[in-house]
């Protein structure tokens, strides 16, 4: 039997006679459910529920991959990877593909066990791969990135136009391979597959706080998994200056605190991007955001000083002064420097948050504004903006930056980074500006899968658009801005998240089942750690850390169900510097906590009428587990100072979970709650939900879910 794949709810993949549901296992400890470790056992549980053919018409099943591919048709069998397995070349080969089938050998090798022989006689290789040719010798916007992936019972063949479809495939391959009876294997079906968008970004702000290389590097082979293509790094801020410049040292030896990266690692990330498909587009924020550079050369700015590092979060004052020709000259030799460093035809300027404080306060720039007719500040930045694109195109590059730099007469080959929403994506779309999404991808707002997920640059502006106007929408970008991000937790902040943005942008349009995209998230969660991402494993040895306890278990659960504040608020609850230690629970949780999620997703069902015996059971158990932790953790909670703020939170969820198993009850039962009962809950809920410790207590809402369906008297 054959299926073909056409990525919209409820599609099925039919492996040869028999469909494979790919199941939400959870393990369990001593302390209940863990939320890190709700995997979806996807291939690792081969064969344990099959189901009749018309029933899988009715299922939704999926590869369990992530961006799901363009077009899937199942075949009859498997392919068995075993000791023998071996990759070859036909035709075009050169030194990034070899170290590619390298990586891919190694990856294989941490997924399975098996020690896999690096060097084979071709004609003995199962695996063939067929290239027809090379990419562009500095990777270009719009380079074809298709493949299509051929498996078989007896062999496997992947052909390309050049190494990028190449290095898609092999990230496809890996993520097909399962256990089975016989071993590790992929089942037998053909792929053909190819992007939505030629932009698949995200942005590391390394900046605000420092991050280092390896950090950059496992990042850079976690995008590769999920098939990102560009790297946007942003490099300077008012807490620092990230990049050696020979011309300028002053930026780095003041604007730093002694952490930048040297121009031949940055030639390093470089090169490691581009062996992985990846466009490096560098991001030099101005003439705003720029205290940093003030502090060696104060005669860029706009006020007289003196200026030192930003240790604080916020929008400043200080900006560039663009009134002056030596500004202009200035930023002619530096944006040359970098624009040689950095072999991108695309430069990022910033161009976002400039208050034009400094601009009101000084009396010679309110003179030049008045000679040049320039009514007002946002007039006064175009003009800047102008300049620097001028400056940007001299050097060979084309000027990309935020939204605020679209004004009437921005130059066209500008490239818009809509931040601030979409009626900056339509505006720029429509004048024929090429633009890329960002907003609704900022995944440092620690905003859910779903949410993100369910973003789409096309959505409610394509029917206002011609086809030559929507194909100027590139794409898009995840940023991770990181004022409350350090490179201890900084792969938990991106990642799994990042790969719903990622499929987001790369599959066709329909793929849009949740539910589907979470089973597939927790597999890719732990694949990740294949290529280097450990943020369930960093979690963990915070809890450890904070706790001072080898298996802090009670800690655990509390930590299972919060998650960190949403949006800004975070600012808003504690006062927060770039020295401040990130240390504390909230720092160490998931911005989404999946068992609270999952925990909801019954709940809804319970009142829905729809829940199975299970569910309920599941319900209760993890009530009941939440209910009697407190009692487990108060004591050992004094034991820090870490630890101490966390009181409050754990006596919550206990009174949560005690008011969520008086409801649970009254629901099976249909026994009637007096309304002044209910009112009370309700209030107590109400308090639970609110900041505590800046975290949020993710099982409230859905305990109060049940406590007003509940019968009244």
């Not at 930056?401 to 130059?411: A, C, H, I, M």
């Not at 080898?550 to 919060?562: G, I, M, Q, T």
């Not at 158990?621 to 953790?633: F, I, P, Q, T, Y």
Request: hydrophobic residues 40%; contains cysteine; charged residues 20%.
């Amino acid at each position: 039997m054959v299926a073909t794949i056409i990525d919209a709810p409820g599609v099925n993949l039919l492996y040869g006679e028999n469909p494979l549901i790919y199941m939400r296992l959870t393990r369990s400890t001593s302390t209940g459910i863990r939320s890190s470790n709700l995997l979806l056992a996807a291939a690792l549980i081969f064969g344990v529920l099959f189901l009749s053919v018309d029933a899988c018409a009715q299922s939704s099943i999926a590869l369990p991959i992530m961006p799901l591919p363009s077009s899937v048709t199942s075949g009859s069998g498997e392919f068995l990877v075993d000791g023998n397995f071996s990759v070859a070349f036909d035709g075009f080969v050169e030194p990034r593909l070899l170290r590619a089938r390298q990586r891919f050998l190694d990856t294989l090798s941490r997924e399975t066990g098996i020690p896999f022989t690096r060097e084979t006689a071709s004609k003995e290789a199962h695996f063939r791969i067929q290239s027809n040719g090379s990419s562009a010798a500095v990777q270009e916007l719009g380079e074809e990135e298709s493949y299509h992936l051929q498996v078989l019972p007896d062999g496997v063949r992947l052909t390309a136009a050049n190494p990028l479809g190449v290095m898609h495939g092999l990230q496809t391959f890996l993520q097909l391979v399962h256990i089975t009876p016989r071993g590790f294997a992929v089942s037998a079906m053909t792929v053909d597959d190819k992007p939505r968008f030629p932009w698949r970004g995200l942005m590391i702000d390394s900046a605000r706080h420092f991050i280092p290389l390896p950090v950059i590097e496992r990042n850079l082979d976690a995008m590769e998994a999920v098939k990102l293509n560009v790297f946007h790094w942003h490099l300077s801020e008012n807490q620092g200056f990230r990049v050696e410049s020979k011309v300028f040292p002053l930026l780095q030896e003041k604007g730093s605190d002694g952490l930048y990266y040297t121009q031949d690692q940055v030639r390093h990330i470089i090169d490691y991007a581009r062996d992985r498909g990846i466009r490096v587009v560098p991001e030099f924020d101005m003439p705003g955001h720029t205290t940093a550079w003030f502090v060696g050369y104060p005669q860029l700015a706009s006020g007289k000083g003196p200026y030192q590092i930003e240790r604080h979060w916020g929008i400043f004052d200080p900006a560039m002064d663009p009134t002056r020709e030596s500004t202009y000259q200035f930023l002619n030799t530096f944006i040359g420097e970098m624009a040689a460093l950095f072999p991108d035809l695309y430069f990022h300027i910033g161009g976002d948050e400039c208050n034009g404080k400094e601009w009101d306060a000084n009396p010679r720039i309110q003179e030049f504004k008045k000679a040049h007719n320039l009514k007002d500040n946002a007039a006064l930045q175009a003009y800047f903006s102008g300049r620097v694109q001028k400056l940007v195109a001299s050097h060979h590059k084309v000027m990309e930056g935020w939204d605020e730099v679209l004004q009437p007469d921005t130059p066209k080959d500008v490239v818009i980074q809509s931040w601030r929403g979409r009626d900056s994506l339509l505006d720029a779309a429509k004048r024929g500006y090429r633009a890329m999404l960002s907003n609704g991808y900022y995944i440092d707002l620690n905003q859910s899968a779903e949410q993100h997920y369910l973003v789409d640059p096309l959505e409610g502006i394509a029917d206002k658009l011609t086809p030559e106007q929507t194909a100027n929408i590139l794409g898009g970008e995840a940023t991770m801005w990181s004022e409350f991000t350090t490179p201890e937790i900084i792969d938990s902040r991106i990642w799994p998240r990042t790969a719903a943005i990622a499929e987001r942008l790369w599959s066709p349009q329909q793929t849009r089942d949740v539910e589907s995209m979470y089973l597939r998230l927790a597999v890719i969660e732990q694949r990740l750690q294949y290529w280097g991402i450990q943020s369930q494993a960093t979690s963990e040895q915070m809890l450890e850390r904070m706790s001072g306890d080898p298996d802090p278990e009670a800690l655990r659960v509390l930590a299972s169900v919060v998650e960190p504040p949403k949006q800004y608020a975070r600012e808003e609850l504690r006062e927060y510097t770039s020295m401040t230690p990130l240390n504390h629970l909230v720092d160490a949780v998931s911005p989404e906590s999946e068992t609270a999620r999952r925990f909801g997703e019954i709940c809804k069902r319970i009142v829905a009428g729809k829940a199975s015996a299970q569910e309920w059971q599941t319900a209760h158990d993890w009530l009941v587990l939440w209910r009697d932790n407190d009692a487990k953790l108060q004591p050992v909670l004094a034991k820090s100072d870490i630890t101490a703020e966390l009181a409050p939170v754990s006596q919550s969820l206990h009174q949560v979970a005690e008011i969520g198993l008086q409801a649970l009850e009254a629901l099976h039962t249909g026994k009637a709650v007096s309304g002044d009962v209910q009112k009370q809950n309700l209030a107590t809920l109400a308090a639970a939900g609110k900041p505590q410790a800046v975290l949020l207590l993710m099982v409230a809402p859905s305990v109060e879910l049940l406590v007003k369906s509940a019968k009244m008297q």
